[in-house]
């Protein structure tokens, strides 16, 4: 069964999720400076 979450929770969440995506766009943005794509991670 289904939880519903508290608001304060909810707002904790968005806040992770927001902070998660800056830093995943940061290191993306790294890596493709540093001439890595992502194909070249997984080889």
Do not use: C, H, P, W
Not at 7 to 24: D, G, I, K, S, Y
């Amino acid at each position: 069964m289904a939880q519903a979450l508290s608001e304060e929770e909810f707002q904790r969440m968005q806040a992770q999720l927001l902070e998660l995506r800056t830093n995943n766009y940061q290191l993306s943005d790294e890596l493709r400076k540093n001439g890595v794509g992502s194909r070249g991670i997984a080889e």
